[in-house]
């Protein structure tokens, strides 16, 4: 019989590297990663207001969403499996303050978003930022003291956000504003105050970056900005020093640590998984799911392809697990086929 195959021409043995891409039968059995709906998690935004979706014209298709719409959300989500969602604020910009003081009143939009998804849905995880970002009329993730973010003092209003928090029964803390020392900290804030079962995930790694822009268009925080977060996020030239942020954030008791963005960003979570073994998750932030739905709308990407396609990058880089953006949309991929 004639052979058709190139590797037949030369000497055999021969490695035929398309032999068990032939079948889609073949191509399953020697698949390497996998994407679960287990390593999903949802980052919503909230608004206050009853019935109320609010597009984020950067972010197409992802809504600010009322309280009572973001519990409904949180079903949906719950019933596709995902384990948990992550709950950020879009504060009236009328009751922030320089000081960030809305961060810590127990009736503040994410401690009434917590309360109300928890009284629902019980099993659902529900992880909240620490950062005064949203609260802080500066945008700043902490506090302004002559146009510098001060630490200790930060540290301090951080607390008091954990607490409230944790009170209104938030399952994870995630301090996302780079602060040294924060960790340990939140961790004997949250032991003194009878929560040694709330977890603190660490945005250990947070690089100073430019995909953050939806973001901050949806909570609200771009208008009101100053400068950059270089002082405080990382500098994305390095990575030796993602692994001694992350090993700080580990000895003072961090559960889990996350890295951000992702996309940009896959050889630091490769080098954390590799060197910690922790429980590493990768945040593919606003930008990310921005460029993807801008060149899906121009007709130039396949939105489902290319957005599942990234999130599978995320595990062979070896995150455990990705907050999302498309979460909703990858879930009901994986269940549908
Ligand atoms: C704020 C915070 C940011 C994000 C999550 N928490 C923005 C920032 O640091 O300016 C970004 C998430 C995204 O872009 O999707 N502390």
Redesign the pocket.
Known sequence: MERTHALSLGAWPRTCMRRNRRDDWSRRLVTENHLHVDDLIW?VFVVEGKGKRDPVPSMPGVERLSVDLLVEAAGVAKELGIPAIAV?PNTDPAIKTPDGREAYNPDNLVCRSVRAVKAAYPDLGVIC?V?L?PYNSDGH?GLVVDGYVVNDETLEILVKQTIVQAEAGCDVIAP??MMDGRIGVLRDALDEGGFEHVRLLSYAA?YASA??G???DAVG?KGALEGD?KTY?MNPANTDEALREVALDIDEGADMVII?PGLPYLDVVWRVKDAFGVPTFV?S???EYAMLKAAAAQGWLDYETAMMESLLGFKRAGADGILTYAALDAARILKNG
Request: aromatic letters at 22%; a neutral charge.
């Open positions: 980052p950020f930022d950062a970002d993730d996302s504003e947070k995909f953050y939806p973001f901050r925080s977060k996020q951000k945040y932030v606003s930008g």
